[in-house]
């Protein structure tokens, strides 16, 4: 047998919004503008020579790491020892 519950939720501010009105978001002016330079900026730089260099870079090491995992996971290993070295902290 199922049973219909009502539910009312509460918040801590007072909703002036009418029922069935949709709720009204705008996005200052000068967020908007900053979107729309970064969305043109990353297409121009997808268009580029640049973006094909760096997508041929990045499958030439998933080949490597898939040929050499073991020397791959040392070389890794290594980075972030020195890494590590390089950032610490002096006590």
Same mark, same amino acid.
């Given at each position: 047998m199922e049973q219909?519950?009502?539910v009312t939720i509460h918040s801590s501010q007072p909703d002036n919004n009418l029922? #069935?009105?949709p709720q009204e978001t705008r @996005?200052?002016?000068q !967020?908007? *503008? !900053? =979107?729309? *330079?970064l969305t043109d900026a /990353?297409?121009? /730089?997808?268009e580029s020579e640049s973006y094909n260099q760096l997508l041929k870079s990045a499958e030439k090491a998933r080949?490597? @790491?898939? $040929?050499?995992p073991g020397q =791959?996971? +040392?070389? =890794?290993l290594g980075a972030g020892a020195l890494f #590590? +070295?390089?950032? $610490?902290? $002096?006590r």
């Open positions: 219909e519950v009502q029922e #069935g009105e @996005i200052p002016e !967020i908007n *503008t !900053i =979107s729309d *330079t /990353f297409a121009r /730089f997808r080949e490597y @790491i898939r $040929k050499y =791959s996971m +040392l070389y =890794s #590590g +070295l390089f950032m $610490k902290r $002096k």
